[in-house]
């Protein structure tokens, strides 16, 4: 593994980290909330990472591989969701709330999160490392 991908995958675990933590603690604590904007942090930190440093290898390799390209592009249709979907959620709590609609959206966001996840260190961050 690249140091990139050794940073890209720890940032992923941070992220988690967080987040069980903002669940822990409770969206309507002031810790929960601050802990809320932290991740909030991290995540954006992550995603500028990713754009700054492993698309535009992963984009220099897609000009000559067909088959990278057609991934890329599929990544970024789900990126666009995830992102969203990350966004719409931290804004929401970032007041704080409660209950089940909280329960239910933080699964959602969870599962957003853990398939993107998956999905980058199976496919993109190994296809990365391939490269360097």
């Known amino acids: 593994m690249s140091q990139l991908t050794d940073e890209l995958r720890a940032d992923h675990v941070a992220i988690r980290k967080a987040l069980d933590e903002v669940n822990k603690l409770g969206i309507g604590s002031d810790a929960g909330k601050a802990k809320l904007m932290s991740a909030k942090a991290g995540l954006l930190a992550h995603i500028g990472k990713e754009d700054a440093r492993l698309y535009p290898a992963l984009h220099k390799a897609a000009e000559t591989d067909a ?17 969203k979907a990350a966004l719409d959620f931290f804004a929401k709590y970032a007041e704080g709330g409660e209950g089940v609609e909280f329960a239910k959206d933080y699964g959602k ?24």
């Open 67 to 83: 088959a990278l390209k057609q991934t890329l592009n599929a990544f970024a249709k789900d990126m666009a969701e995830v992102s």
């Open 109 to 132: 966001l969870l599962g957003a999160l853990g398939g993107r996840i998956r999905r980058e260190e199976s496919m993109l961050y190994k296809r990365y490392d391939e490269i360097k």
